[in-house]
């Protein structure tokens, strides 16, 4: 069954997120290793962070994760001594960030004859959209420039800051970027809510020229195997941040048609 959407689907954006990265990743995989054999091996490269989630995110991103218990103030205990002295409560309380180990997953394209890094396919997640992973991620950027590699970052999450803050992005909900190695610009994608994800390059090695990534295909693909459509529920209200009116019009009217068959 095929999603609602044309593009990104902004359900995919909650709970199943963590899902749609890593099958999204494996798909992309899939898709480059015939494009680049035998010159080239793409790996998936796992990395363990902790991210540090707000407390009001955990329903939309861990809803079956009993984590937040809300501390109910108590009475002072009196202890039955002549010392006994009541302590008040605390005047004030905040809530914490909650902890959780998270997997992130980039795809490389490694040279087999040289056995370096070529090219580094990150795509987002929350992990890295936010401090202190924001932060780490940009550090590992620089890393990768200084080492000569390709960056391909491919952003399909609204929540958490982008890492390219350019005025002709901010507007639009997605959006792939491309710094290529040696290169001082970095090549951008905005992608509205309406449009099919892109065709995007994926660099190698000169004289080698890039080899196309279909991330469209590699979604609606996880999309299908996964059954998304028979676990996301429709009638609500797609995870945070809120759409504009005009944008959820537009979604109730592609999930209307959906249900009734195209």
Request: some cysteine; overall charge negative.
């Amino acid at each position: 069954m095929p999603s609602p959407f044309p593009g990104m689907d902004p359900y995919l954006e909650g709970y199943l997120w963590a899902d749609v990265h890593q099958a999204l990743a494996y798909q992309c995989r899939r898709q480059l290793v015939p494009l680049v054999a035998p010159r080239y091996a793409v790996r998936l490269a796992v990395t363990m962070v902790t991210d540090r989630v707000p407390a009001h995110e955990i329903g939309i991103i861990f809803p079956d994760v009993e984590i937040i218990r809300p501390h109910r103030p108590t009475e002072p205990a009196v202890v039955a001594t002549p010392a006994a002295v009541a302590i008040p409560p605390a005047p004030a309380s905040m809530p914490l960030d909650v902890l959780i180990p998270t997997r992130l997953v980039t795809v490389e394209v490694h040279d087999i004859a040289q056995n370096t890094l070529v090219t580094s396919i990150e795509i987002m997640s929350p992990a890295n959209k936010r401090e202190p992973g924001l932060q780490a991620f940009m550090s590992k950027r620089d890393a990768l420039r200084l080492a000569g590699v390709h960056i391909l970052e491919i952003d399909l999450l609204r929540r958490g800051q982008r890492p390219w803050p350019d005025t002709r992005v901010e507007a639009v909900p997605y959006m792939a970027a491309l710094v290529r190695a040696g290169h001082l610009q970095v090549e951008l994608w905005p992608i509205d809510f309406r449009d099919p994800l892109p065709l995007l390059p994926v660099p190698l090695r000169s004289p080698d020229p890039d080899v196309p990534l279909d991330v469209q295909r590699a979604l609606d693909t996880i999309y299908d195997e996964a059954q998304y459509g028979l676990t996301l529920n429709y009638d609500g209200l797609p995870p945070s941040p809120p759409l504009s009116a005009q944008d959820m019009t537009w979604v109730e009217s592609c999930v209307r048609s959906w249900r009734q068959g195209g």
